[in-house]
């Protein structure tokens, strides 16, 4: 007698970690929406953000809310989350190194698939967001979605001069009538290296 040992490869449904039933971001969907299409129901709440939310130069301070303006939607082949997301973020400048405040609004749709629909089924897990346990976690699409809105260079204003130089001398190789752009003191014994090389030739 033989029997098949082939492994069952798990589907996208499978291989999904169920959202906390604790955690502020993840959504009962029995408890919150009828499964019936056309069902809609808003969702607003103020939430904590996480560590790490933003990126390394600026982002949502840990604990501080972030606004979900949400409408929970159900659709044939899951939950539609679709609304606005809005934060105020902090940083560092990156031309003086000064504190930047500023805020973010963002557009948010999101799709999460029912486990036995046609979605789940033919889509990658990394491609549509599931229901798992009944129950969704909104965290990962808000990340990207502020992440997206994030600029990587942050400025305190749009006319930002920089760090000011303390010796104008070191800036006597730059050609006349050149832009000067005010470097960063940490870079300054780079500079002065290269200052000196330039006039020992």
């Not at 040992?5 to 499978?14: A, F, I, L």
């Not at 604790?22 to 808003?42: F, H, Q």
């Not at 939607?73 to 560092?92: R, T």
């Not at 948010?108 to 089924?121: G, Q």
Request: glycine share 6%.
């Amino acid at each position: 007698m033989t029997t098949d040992k082939t492994p069952v490869e798990k589907t996208p449904q499978d291989r999904a970690t169920p959202p906390d039933p604790t955690s502020p971001w993840t959504i009962d969907v029995l408890r919150e929406i009828s499964r019936r299409p056309g069902t809609m129901k808003p969702w607003v709440r103020d939430v904590p953000a996480p560590d790490d939310f933003g990126l390394e130069v600026i982002g949502v301070p840990a604990g501080e809310p972030i606004h979900l303006d949400l409408r929970l939607e159900s659709v044939v082949e899951g939950v539609l989350a679709s609304g606005g997301v809005s934060a105020d973020v902090v940083g560092e400048c990156s031309r003086c190194l000064g504190p930047v405040h500023d805020h973010v609004d963002v557009d948010l749709t999101e799709l999460y698939a029912y486990p036995d629909s046609v979605t789940d089924e033919t889509t990658d897990s990394d491609d549509v967001s599931r229901i798992v346990d009944e129950k969704i976690d909104l965290e990962p699409a808000v990340r990207d979605a502020v992440l997206l809105e994030l600029p990587n260079a942050p400025l305190c204003r749009e006319d930002c001069p920089g760090v000011a130089s303390p010796d104008e001398q070191a800036w006597a190789f730059v050609p006349a009538g050149t832009a000067r752009e005010r470097i960063d003191p940490r870079w300054a014994a780079l500079q002065e290296r290269f200052a000196g090389d330039s006039t020992d030739t």
